[in-house]
């Protein structure tokens, strides 16, 4: 259930592509298959950070285990590559927020991962 949502004012030129590009960097780097993992883009309307509207971003990451802080470091410094290249935003205007939640607060297929993992 890894999810990877991203926020920025600057939009990827081609917004399928980047996603899917996104997924698979995504599922490589936080040690999940592709077919669990969620990628999200949403576009705001602004974003001010460090008192500027300079182009920034903010990345969620949420996933049952595979938090930690090597794992962490090295998605943070991947993503903002892509990120850098895609929308043109620079390394220190966001922030990256890492989630490590537990099974029975992710829910799926009309139940929880606690219950699903359990069977």
């Avoid at 298959?33 to 460090?50: I, R, Y």
């Avoid at 993503?79 to 220190?92: A, F, H, M, P, Y």
């Amino acid at each position: 259930m890894p999810i990877l949502e991203i926020s920025s004012a600057n939009a990827p030129k081609d917004l399928k592509t980047f996603t899917k590009r996104m997924n698979a960097l995504f599922s490589e780097l936080i040690g999940k298959p592709e077919s669990f993992c969620m990628v999200t883009f949403t576009k705001v309307d602004t974003l001010f950070f460090a008192g500027s509207d300079e182009p920034g971003f903010l990345v969620k990451v949420g996933s049952i285990g595979h938090i930690d802080n090597d794992r962490n470091s090295k998605l943070a410094a991947a993503v903002t590559q892509e990120l850098e290249k895609e929308l043109g935003v620079k390394d220190n205007r966001g922030y990256f927020i890492f989630s490590d939640v537990s099974a029975e607060n992710i829910g799926f297929k009309k139940d929880t991962f606690a219950n699903i993992m359990r069977q």
